[in-house]
Nanobody
């Protein structure tokens, strides 16, 4: 089992920055692919960024060049640095941990943290 706790959300003006953190329980954090997803009101949950156990990253086109995902395996934490925020980035941001063992998929979600971009 992996428990994920997000923090760092809040209200920010357009053009501003925020850094989200996701702290994970468990001693096997380093083998999980970690990701950030978001869900805006009235919309489905969408991928924002992922980072796998080798450190390779993947981003949604809408956030490329503005968001950076990183991980600190010593601290069991994944981060999402967000700059040049836009009103359309407003959403609940969820942390995800997943791992395919070759037999089954382990998939975990945090409770979410609200990000609101507004003047």
């Amino acid at each position: 089992q992996v428990q994920l706790v997000e923090s760092g959300g809040g209200l920010v003006q357009p053009g501003g920055s925020l850094r989200l953190s996701c702290a994970a329980s468990g001693s096997t954090f380093s083998i999980y692919t970690m990701g950030w997803y978001r869900q805006a009101p009235g919309k489905g949950r969408e991928l924002v960024a992922t980072i796998n156990s080798d450190g390779r990253t993947n981003y949604a086109d809408s956030v490329k060049g503005r968001f950076t995902i990183s991980r600190d395996n010593a601290k069991n934490t994944v981060y999402l640095q967000m700059i040049s925020l836009k009103p359309e980035d407003t959403a609940v941001y969820y942390c995800n941990a997943n791992r395919w063992s070759g037999i089954n998929l382990s998939n975990y979600w945090g409770q979410g943290t609200q990000v609101t971009v507004s003047s």
